[in-house]
């Protein structure tokens, strides 16, 4: 597997908008432990989102994820477009999660890749590493949602788990298929083809690439989570 050489621009560049969605994640966190989000795990969506959606997550948080007094947030009536952004972001939160924790976990066990098919089944590794990738975003992603369609239905164990697969596996397929498309095309039609390799795990063209591809998968996963909201598949943020 060939890894690329990298101009200083986009080195420059793919270190500043990481630093830039890691500001913005703090900024949250800090303004959380001064306004706790009513649902526990929206605590840890708006953050984790915002490590690839930078300051336009953030822009979102204070206008419509705030937990505020009335008095100060003032008309709380949200547009059905941002309860569907918050809903897709939910379900964004589980699969940055999980991609963040397998990446890592790939690099530092290479044999991970080779389980799920590298050198067997798959030339490249990332392909192999997109399996466990997807496991262990549909297992987060399901753990959140779980967190809070149990509560806000008063459900049994049972009861929360089933109705939390129901109202996010199409949504996450959706994002994992749009993130996994856009890492595709970067990595291989851009990178590969233009500074003669793939960017390792390692480098932050790497991570840059991958704040683009999640974007990606919020655009695929958007109108999924339209519909299973819409349907009352999945609850309202």
Known sequence: MTYGTFPAWLHSLSIAWIVLGVVCAVIIV????????????????????????????????YAWGRNVLAAEAGDKTQPFTVIVMKGTSHCGAGCTLGDIVVEWSAFAFPGLAVWFGWHSVFNEKTFAVWIPDFMIA??????????????????????????????????????????????????????????????????SEFWFAMQIAMLAGFVTSYPVNWWLIRSGVKEKM
């Open 30 to 61: 800090t303004d959380e432990v001064r306004h706790p989000q009513k649902m526990w795990i929206m605590s840890l969506v708006w953050p984790l989102t915002t490590l690839f959606g930078t300051v336009l997550w953030l822009a979102a948080y």
């Open 138 to 203: 549909f297992l987060l992603g399901i753990g959140f949602q779980y967190f809070t369609i149990k509560p806000m239905r008063d459900l049994s164990i049972g009861q929360g788990v089933i109705a939390a697969v129901k109202a996010d596996i199409a949504s996450i397929t959706a994002w994992q298929i749009g993130m996994y498309g856009a890492m595709a095309i970067i990595q291989f039609l851009w990178f590969k083809p233009v500074f003669g390799g793939i960017a390792n795990v390692t480098s």
